[in-house]
């Protein structure tokens, strides 16, 4: 039968091990962010829907809010832009604030096609998934962040010059 005293120096020696473990980097299960090509996980396209606005801490004074959030992966600020997903089948769902991370506040680089509706493309995107909802009614959602805007994606639709009726002659 295994003594007190030897678990003590099992359960030390476990700890001694786990930290010299510690100063390597280690896998961060809590942060971590799987990266995605904005194409492949929007693949209906996406829209801004809003202006992009500083990530605040919360204050409980409405007059006067906290100070701007910084990312603790990254050490940038975090901005909230409010974007609709098209591929989204559930109408409760398809509009979310996407998290973009920039010490500058980031301007969009194409232009509106109607107002307050641009589609939008952006770099670096990461997703991080997470439990939302309540009760019973629980489900898997995904942060969505990117590190800024993408430059606007070339247009896919026929030329003024090309395109038409063909002559059947």
Not at 56 to 64: A, F
């Amino acid at each position: 039968m295994v003594g007190i005293d030897e678990k003590i120096a099992d359960t030390r020696r476990l700890a001694a091990m786990t930290n010299l473990n510690n100063d390597r980097e280690q896998f961060d299960r809590k942060n971590y962010r799987i990266p995605v090509a904005f194409d492949d996980y929007f693949r209906a396209g996406l829209y801004q829907i809003g202006p992009v606005v500083p990530d605040t801490e919360y204050s409980g004074d409405p007059n006067r809010p906290g100070p701007q959030k910084r990312d603790p992966v990254t050490g940038l600020l975090v901005w909230k832009l409010p974007v609709m997903d098209r591929a989204e089948s559930n109408t409760r769902r398809a509009s979310y604030d996407v998290l973009l991370l920039s010490d500058t506040e980031p301007v969009p680089t194409t232009q509106e096609i109607a107002p307050g509706y641009r589609p939008i493309a952006l770099e670096d995107v990461t997703i991080q998934p997470r439990i939302a909802g309540q009760g019973e009614y629980k489900f898997i959602q995904n942060t969505v962040r990117a590190n800024g805007f993408a430059a606007p994606p070339a247009t896919g639709g026929r030329s003024a010059s090309s395109g038409g009726v063909k002559n059947a002659g």
